[in-house]
C-alpha cells in the first residue's frame, strides 16, 4: 500500500511539475473581489485586462466561502483588486493559499481602491460586537454608489498604470471615456428620482447609505436586528409598526437576503419589498456597472412613485 | 581650479537676494499688479464653483482627497517620536493610541471553547469517555489567544497561545499551540511555513477545537494521533503550479514530537510529510477537495511508522444561499509501524528476546452535515477505527444538531454512541470499571472575540 501511495504522489507531483504552465497572455491578469470592481476595472483597463472576480454578483460580499477555485484565480494574476475597509478581508485567506507573490498584502500588484473614499458611517464612539458585524472602519459598501466612480476608477488607473506605465495614457482615456457616459447616466438617475427626494426606506442590510445618500433618501431602520445580526420577531414587530406610523413605502432587500422575510414585513406594513442589485450581476439585467444602477434607480423611482 | 569654481558658485548664489531687492520698481510694480489679477481669477472662479449645484460626480458629503499614486503613499507623516517621549514611560498600547483607531499593526482574536459531557459513573470509573479523565464535567477545553498579521511585505505570522484544563479538576494550563511565519514571496509559486504548527495532514488535523465541526475530534484522528492531533516544530513547503487547475503540494520536516504516532524527537530522524490536495467545482453549487497525505518517522523505540491518510469534503450550496445545505466530509488513516513485542521462545513464562513485528491499522469516519436554516444545522458523524498499537477496534455514531445565534456564538448538543470490540479489555477499564459500550451526551459552547480569519473550504 505504500508503494502504491509513494506512486501515486510521485506522479502527481512530476505531473504537477512538467505539465506545461499556462501561457503567457499578453493582457494583463486581473482579479477583484468584488464583480462591481471587475466591472469598472474593464472599463478602465478596455482590451487590455483580462479581469476575473472572486465574488459573484448574488453572493454576500461579507463571508465568501475561500474555495481552491478562488486561490486557482489568483494564483496567475499580476493584479488584486479589493475594496477594503474589511469588506473583503477574506482574501487574505484565498492570497495565502495561491502562493503568488504579486499580489500579498504590501506588494505594488495589491489594489485597495477605498483610497481616497470619503467613508460614511465610521464609528465615532466605542464599538463591539455588541453593535453586530459593525465595520470599524466604516460602511464598506461605496462601490454602488455612481459618484464614488471617479474615485476608484482613478484608483484603477493608478494601480495598472504601475504595472503597465507605457499604457498609462490609454487607461486614463478609458477612464475618461467611461466617465462621460456615467455623467450622462447620472443626470438621468438625478432626473428620475427627484420627484421622490425625501423619501425614506427600510433597508435589510444596511449597505445602501451610499447610494440613498446620494440621492437624497434616507434609511429609516434596517431589517436586521443589527448588522449581520437575524432579526428577532420583537425586532420585526418593530420594524412593522414603524413601517406603517411613517408610511414607508419600500424595503430594500439584497439578491442574497431572505426574499420570504422580507416580503412578509413588506406585506404586513403595506409596503413592497424590492430586490437591488446588491453587486453587478446581482439580478438579472444589471451586468454591468451602469446597468447595475440603472436597475437600483429605476427599481426605486417606481417602487417609490 | 575646482575650488574657484565653487566659490564663484557660491558669490552668485548668495548675490542673487541682493540683486533681486536692487530690482527696478516699475518691474516689482508690474509683477505685484499680475499676481493681484491672477489672485482676482482665482476668487472669481472659487465663487463660481461655490454657486454651482455639486457635480454629479463628486462624492456625497465632501470632495474627497486625490487618491495616492502609488502604494508607499498613504496617510502624511506624523513626526516621529522624539527621543524623550520614547524614553517617557508610556501604557502598553500608547504607541497604537498614537496611530489612531484600527490602525494596530496585526490582529487579535479569542476564541473560547467549552465542552461538557454526561455519561455513566461505570464509564467515568474506567476513564474511558471521549473525553478520557473529564467524565461528568464541564470545562473549558480550549481558550485561545490568536494574534496574526504580516511581518513585513515579505512574511506573516500567526501566533496562538492557549489555555485549557488539561486533566480533571486541575489548574487551567497555558501553552504556545502554534507559532509560526509564512514566507509569501518565494519564487515558483512556492510558500515556506517554519516554526510550531498544527500539521496540514488531511481536513481535520488542521481545524482547531473550537473550529471543529463536531463537538470532539474524530475517534480515528485521536486513536492515530492522540488527543490534540498532529502538532510539530519544523518546517513545511507548499506549491501551487501554475496549471489550470488547483493543486497544492506540500512537504515538510519536523522533531517528530507526537508521541502517539513517533516521538523519536530529533531532525537527525525527522519525521517527514507531504500532502497533495486538489479540488473540483461542479458549477457554482457543487465543490469537491480531495487529497492524501503521508508522515514518516520513528518512534521513541527507534522504530519506523509511517501514516497515510486520504480525505474527501463535498459541498452542496445552493445558488445563492449563505451557507452550504450539505456537507459530507470523511477520511480515512492507515498506519504501518513496527512494535517491539517480547517473545517467550523456550515457553517458560519469560521473554527471552524482543522482536520486532508489524503492526498495520486503519481507521475512518464520514459525517454528513444537513444546514436549511442560516442558524440551525443537523448531523450525523460515523467512526470506525482500530488501535494503532493494541489489538481490537472500536465505532460510534454520533447526531448532533448546531444553533448560532450569530456569526460569532455558537452552541452545540450531541450524543455519541460507542462499541469497543472484546479485544480491547485491557484498555478502558480503570479502577476494576470497563468503557467498552459508551452512552455520551455531549454538549458545547464557543464564542469569538475580535478577530478571526475566514475559513478554507
Not at chain 1, 494583463?28 to 466591472?39: G, M, Q
Not at chain 2, 474511558?128 to 464541564?138: I, L
Not at chain 2, 458549477?283 to 492524501?292: K, N, R, S
Not at chain 2, 452552541?411 to 452512552?439: G, H, I
Request: with cysteine; charged share 20%.
Amino acid at each position: 500500500m505504500l508503494r502504491a501511495f509513494r506512486i501515486a504522489l510521485v506522479a502527481l507531483a512530476v505531473v504537477g511539475l512538467l505539465a506545461p504552465a499556462t501561457p503567457a497572455a499578453d493582457k494583463i491578469r486581473v482579479v477583484a473581489t468584488i464583480p462591481d470592481l471587475k466591472a469598472l476595472t474593464e472599463e478602465v483597463g478596455g482590451k487590455l485586462v483580462d479581469v476575473e472576480a472572486l465574488a459573484r454578483g448574488n453572493q454576500n460580499a461579507h463571508e465568501l466561502e475561500i474555495r481552491p477555485s478562488l486561490m486557482l484565480k489568483l494564483r496567475r494574476a499580476d493584479l488584486l483588486i479589493e475594496n477594503g475597509l474589511e469588506l473583503d478581508s477574506w482574501a487574505d485567506v484565498a492570497v495565502q493559499g495561491a502562493n503568488n507573490p504579486n499580489i500579498v498584502r504590501g506588494a505594488p500588484g495589491r489594489i485597495d481602491v477605498s483610497r481616497g473614499i470619503q467613508v460614511l458611517e465610521v464609528p465615532s464612539t466605542r464599538v463591539d460586537r455588541s453593535l453586530g458585524d459593525v465595520h470599524p472602519l466604516g460602511n464598506p459598501h461605496y462601490s454602488l454608489d455612481p459618484g464614488m466612480a471617479p474615485i476608484i476608477t482613478q484608483n484603477i488607473v493608478d494601480g495598472l498604470g504601475r504595472f503597465a506605465p507605457e499604457h498609462r495614457a490609454e487607461f486614463e482615456k478609458n477612464r475618461q471615456a467611461f466617465l462621460a457616459r456615467l455623467d450622462e447616466a447620472m443626470a438621468r438617475w438625478t432626473r428620475s428620482l427627484e420627484p421622490i427626494k425625501g423619501a425614506r426606506v427600510v433597508v435589510y442590510h444596511p449597505q445602501w447609505i451610499y447610494i440613498l445618500t446620494r440621492f437624497g433618501l434616507s434609511q429609516a431602520a434596517t431589517l436586521e436586528d443589527r448588522p449581520g445580526i437575524p432579526a428577532s420577531p420583537a425586532h420585526l414587530t418593530r420594524v412593522i409598526r414603524q413601517m406603517k406610523d411613517e408610511r414607508i413605502k419600500v424595503l430594500i432587500v439584497e439578491p442574497w437576503n431572505d426574499l420570504k422575510l422580507a416580503t412578509r414585513v413588506a406585506d404586513e406594513a403595506g409596503a413592497k419589498a424590492v430586490v437591488l442589485a446588491s453587486m453587478v450581476g446581482g439580478v438579472k439585467g444589471a451586468d454591468s456597472y451602469i446597468g447595475a444602477i440603472d436597475h437600483n434607480v429605476n427599481a426605486l423611482a417606481q417602487a417609490l412613485r | 581650479m575646482r575650488v574657484s569654481t565653487m566659490l564663484v558658485a557660491l558669490l552668485c548664489l548668495a548675490l542673487t537676494p541682493a540683486l533681486a531687492a536692487a530690482q527696478d520698481p516699475a518691474s516689482l510694480r508690474r509683477e505685484i499688479e499680475q499676481l493681484q489679477k491672477q489672485l482676482q481669477s482665482v476668487t472669481e472662479r472659487l465663487q463660481r464653483l461655490e454657486a454651482q449645484p455639486p457635480a454629479p460626480s463628486a462624492p456625497p458629503p465632501a470632495a474627497a482627497p486625490a487618491p495616492s499614486p502609488g502604494p508607499a503613499a498613504g496617510a502624511p507623516p506624523t513626526a516621529p517620536p522624539s527621543a524623550a517621549d520614547l524614553l517617557r514611560p508610556r501604557q502598553p498600547f500608547a504607541l497604537y493610541q498614537q496611530r489612531g483607531s484600527g490602525q494596530l499593526l496585526f490582529d487579535m482574536g479569542i476564541a473560547g471553547d467549552f465542552v461538557g459531557n454526561i455519561t455513566s459513573g461505570n464509564v467515568e470509573r474506567a476513564g474511558g469517555g471521549t473525553f478520557a479523565g473529564q467524565e461528568n464535567r464541564f470545562f473549558p477545553r480550549e481558550v485561545e489567544l490568536s494574534l496574526f498579521g504580516q511581518i513585513d511585505p515579505y512574511a506573516s505570522a500567526v501566533v496562538r497561545i492557549e489555555a485549557g484544563e488539561e486533566a480533571r479538576g486541575a489548574a487551567t494550563g497555558v501553552h504556545l499551540a502554534e507559532a509560526h511565519l509564512t514566507l509569501l514571496t518565494l519564487p515558483y509559486g512556492t510558500q515556506a511555513r517554519l516554526g510550531q504548527m498544527r500539521n496540514r495532514f488531511g481536513y481535520s488535523n488542521e481545524v482547531h477545537e473550537h473550529d471543529l465541526p463536531w463537538v470532539d475530534r474524530p475517534n480515528v484522528m485521536r486513536n492515530f494521533f492522540g488527543g490534540e492531533g498532529l502538532q510539530e516544530k519544523g518546517m513545511e513547503v507548499t506549491l501551487v503550479p501554475d496549471l489550470p487547475f488547483y493543486i497544492e503540494a506540500l512537504a515538510g520536516i519536523f522533531n517528530g514530537d507526537n508521541e502517539t504516532a513517533f516521538g523519536r524527537t530529533s531532525l537527525r530522524h525527522p519525521l517527514a510529510t507531504g500532502r497533495l490536495r486538489t479540488f473540483f467545482e461542479f458549477g457554482d453549487e457543487h465543490a469537491l477537495q480531495v487529497g492524501m497525505s503521508v508522515a514518516s518517522g520513528q518512534t521513541a523505540e527507534k522504530n519506523q511508522s509511517t501514516i497515510l491518510g486520504w480525505e474527501g469534503r463535498y459541498k452542496y450550496r445552493p445558488d445563492g444561499w449563505l451557507h452550504p445545505l450539505i456537507t459530507l466530509t470523511g477520511e480515512a488513516l492507515y498506519s504501518m509501524r513496527k512494535a517491539d513485542v517480547g517473545v517467550d521462545q523456550d515457553g517458560d513464562g519469560a521473554i527471552d528476546v524482543i522482536d520486532k513485528r508489524q503492526r498495520n491499522h486503519f481507521g475512518w469516519y464520514t459525517g454528513l452535515e444537513v444546514q436549511p436554516f442560516r442558524r440551525w444545522a443537523g448531523g450525523v458523524r460515523y467512526d470506525w477505527s482500530q488501535y494503532p498499537e493494541n489489538p481490537g477496534r472500536e465505532w460510534s455514531v454520533e447526531p448532533y444538531l448546531t444553533f448560532w445565534p450569530s456569526e460569532f456564538l455558537r452552541f452545540r448538543v450531541a450524543y455519541k454512541y460507542t462499541d469497543r470490540s472484546p479485544q480491547t479489555r485491557d484498555a478502558f477499564n480503570l479502577n476494576d470499571a470497563s468503557a467498552r459500550k459508551l452512552d455520551e451526551i455531549l454538549f458545547q459552547a464557543s464564542f469569538i472575540l475580535g478577530a478571526h480569519p475566514a475559513h478554507p473550504f
